[in-house]
């Protein structure tokens, strides 16, 4: 782990660890600012939290959210839900996938996109939905997904 | 004098395209040096016609939509902000039939007001049940919500005056409110609409529930998923701080509640409680055993209401006209209003508050304006991912807890998800179970071993394999799920499988005859 790494987590474990149930915002805070939770970071957070190292990688392992490595520079979320699923989203998730040429949970050889499922977005009245980064976008098809990924300026 | 323009900041008008026109329109009415007020607002629910821009007259709001950056030129060329006429036009936003015809009591400011000023919350009926609240002692605010017949609105539909009575009788030093916003069901959204569009109704009610059952301390649990909900619940929260709201000594009266919003991490299974409260501490989120109740023993062992979001938004309204004001709405044992959100294949999505009792033809005909692609609706899911699959046979139900269980269904959260006739229903149950091993905790077998074990049947089953074998093997297998889990994900995944076997065993390979419920 990089000495920065180190740091950023260090000013993260003094902020937080005398919260109540602390962990989670610890972990939303790395990955806040890392894109990651580096598996080399989790001695120090058990330790600041009195817990065992396997305690901490069992919590990063159960949520879907968390990862233990870097994310692209931009994360597309696609929604697999049923309300989706009744507006194209199949199709739209078969296209987005060949689009980038990667599948769930894996990230462009460029760096650039990480891709990951979701179940729901809420919003479920503009379905099919996908999220890119923080930004949500609904009635989204194979075009409308072309022009998002053109805005964000990032070559596929 | 500037006129008041409104646009939605609600994310799935956002998603639309809404801060795209709120710029448009800023920067258009400055090139033509046009003062305006701009308001981003909640959205009003209708969200075919979002980005829905209202324009604030002496006669009331008028609504224009659904409105590209494109046209906003040439709203301002038609005059739009003195009622010049446009092609996107709507009329008067409150006469619309769709908003019209509904009994708004939850959602009574949501698209209104500016969600986060406490000044416009209190100037539209906001904060009087907490005075009347401070008032009464903490057995008659509880009274008010137990004779409202209110039952939690998150799915389970527990009378939530029992639960408040629990917390409220049981003695401890410490006890706690938590509000939980992981709202994970597909096809649900209310609570997302509540929390961008008036999150101090949720704060209010949140509030209420702590000066009755004496708890100091509450924690709003939104899943990561709703980040602009995020944003808006903070800014809410900071601004009833500073108006004396929240704190230790809410207006005057001596008494603290302090308001804290956690995230979650993608686990649909912690909106189960139990798991919730696991996640809240800390941990993973495993499915605790009940007993003890969390009214008992809860977050960190200590008495604990876990109410969902829209119980607690339904709580202002209770305190503020009274249990009998609210038990007036509904039928039978199913008492106020149910925000409905009608999602998938429906030419009109969107956010439906109406008394119990409207049936589920009404609200897919009058209000979702049947399919989207203008094929006949087949199937409707009721109630999220572990909702069953209603055929058309079944659209007559009316929205009641007790008729929707004498069909062997569920309201759940109020999610309506239609789908035409293009739709596969074996593919759908295959979804469900695959969905369920996805999400499973893992503390139980049958959920754990049996989703996984279920979703490879269905495949089985999807591929006409063995069809003999694998549907008496589905049935048997559902059996041990609906029977044999510790919590509802594993307990009603069987719900979707079944209801889609059973009314649509074509889809399945089978014919109506062969198959046995």
Known sequence: ?156 | MSITIYVPCDSSAVSLGANRVANAITNEAQKRGIEINLVRNGSRGMYWLEPMVEVATEKGRIAFGAVKTGDVASLFDADFLHGGSHALSLGMTEELPYFKKQQRLTFARVGITDPVSVEDYIAHDGYRGLKNTLALSQADVVKHVSDSGLRGRGGAAFPTGIKWNTVLNTVSDQKYIICNADEGDSGTFSDRMIMEGDPLVLIEGMTIAGLAVGATQGYIYLRIEYPHAYEILNTAIANAQAAGYLGDDIQGSGRAFHLEVRLGAGAYVCGEETSLMESLEGKRGLVRFKPPLPAISGLFGKPTVVNNVISLASVPIILDKGGEFYRDFGMGRSRGTLPLQLAGNLKHPGLVELAFGVTLREILYDFGGGSATGRPIRSVQVGGPLGAYLPESQFDTPVDYEAFTEIWAVLGHGGIVAFDDSVDMAEMAKYSMEFCAEESCGKCTPCRIGATRGHEVMTDIVNKRDLDKNIPLLRSLCDTMLNGSLCALGGMTPYPVLSALNHFPEDFGISAEHHTA
Request: proline residues 6%; hydrophobic residues 35%; contains cysteine.
């Open chain 1, 1 to 156: 782990m990089t000495e920065s790494n180190q740091a950023t987590i260090q000013a993260i474990l003094t902020e937080l660890k005398d919260k109540k149930g602390a962990l989670l915002p610890i972990l939303h805070a790395v990955q806040n600012a890392l894109s990651y939770i580096p598996p080399e970071s989790i001695p120090s957070i058990a330790d600041a939290l009195n817990l065992s190292r396997a305690e901490v990688h069992g919590v990063i392992s159960f949520y879907h959210y968390f990862r233990d490595t870097p994310a692209g520079k931009h994360t597309v979320r696609v929604c697999r839900a049923e309300s989706c699923l009744a507006m194209n989203g199949g199709p739209l998730e078969t296209y987005i996938k060949e689009k980038l040429g990667v599948d769930y949970h894996e990230t462009t050889g460029d760096g650039n996109f990480s891709l990951e499922p979701v179940y729901c977005l809420g919003n479920c009245a503009c379905s099919p939905a996908i999220q890119i980064d923080q930004d949500i976008h609904g009635c989204v098809s194979p075009q409308g997904f072309d022009e998002i990924i053109a805005e964000l300026g990032a070559s596929l």
